[in-house]
């Protein structure tokens, strides 16, 4: 009997840039399954339509990009307690009873890269100063914090935004000012940029890292550039440097298990065929 096929893919608008398709197909056809994982293009406005309708045409689930990672999640029949926590969703798995489940693989995903390169990181080694307060920084807040971050500094140019996340989530986190950035990396042991700053055709990140200590992990989650302005400036002063790749392929992880029922691998073959998109 020919295998069930399953659909599977990724919403958002724009969605075009997205490379998980490359991801999901590569694992697809690796592991010889009957299904195919593409690009959902869903206008603002057409979010609840798009989403309620996934049981009906027999999607298996969809990985949610911006803008719809908020209102996707309230659209949710169930809600994971680390998605809940986060306030956002990046995985809808369609129930086989219909109902939708939402989770939230970035956290895991940011931090499986960063041991990837470093595999004896820890959360705790040092101050970690994060650079956004945006819907990626949420995701790595809640989990630095659950891997026992002892000191987390958090910089955004609209203090508003960091001052909200630090009072929600509480612990660790202190807000700076804007301009008091340059000086916060002076001790740190991982500095990350969480804004899109650096992404193609968007500004550099204003950031200076003269006092940035050779030692410290310097992390990026954008992916296109592989390599932005800051994490060149951080490779060529001698930093270890991650960029968002990592966290993309980690978090494809489960989810590509929870639709497909097999656990796939991150191989150097997979890397290539990526790389050929850039």
């Known amino acids: 009997m020919e295998k069930k096929f399953v659909l599977a893919g990724v919403m958002g608008w724009p969605v075009e840039q997205s490379r998980s398709p490359v991801i999901h197909n590569y694992w697809i056809k690796k592991h010889q399954l009957n299904g195919v994982y593409g690009k959902f293009a869903v206008k603002p406005g057409s979010v609840k339509d798009a989403i309620r ?36 969703i990046n995985c809808i798995v369609v129930q086989p009873d219909g109902s939708l489940h939402g989770f939230n693989n970035d956290g895991f995903g940011y931090i499986q890269s960063l041991r990837d390169v470093k595999p004896n990181w820890r959360a705790d080694e040092g101050p970690i100063t994060i650079i956004g307060s945006g819907g990626v920084s ?102 270890l440097t991650v960029n968002g790749l990592g966290m993309l392929l980690n978090q494809a992880i489960p989810a590509f298990k929870a639709w497909f029922g097999v656990t796939p691998e991150i191989t150097d073959e997979l890397r290539a065929e990526i790389a050929k998109t850039f």
Do not use: C
Request: proline share 6%.
């Open 53 to 88: 309708g996934m049981p009906a045409l027999g999607i298996a689930g969809s990985n949610v990009t911006a803008p719809h990672k908020v209102e996707a999640m309230q659209l949710m029949d169930y809600l994971d307690p680390i998605a809940k926590k986060m306030g956002a």
């Open 138 to 239: 949420r995701a790595l807040l809640v989990s630095l914090i659950e891997e026992g971050a002892t000191e987390i500094r958090l910089f955004n140019r609209s203090r508003d935004k960091a001052d909200a996340l630090a009072d929600e989530f509480g612990g660790p986190i202190k807000v700076y000012n804007w301009d008091e950035r340059h000086d916060a990396v002076s001790d740190v042991a991982l500095l990350v940029n969480a804004t899109n700053q650096g992404m193609y055709n968007q500004p550099e990140l204003d950031l200076r890292l003269d006092q940035l200590p050779k030692t410290a992990l310097v992390s990026d989650t954008i992916y296109i550039p592989l390599e932005t302005p800051f994490l060149k400036q951080a490779r060529e002063r001698g930093n």
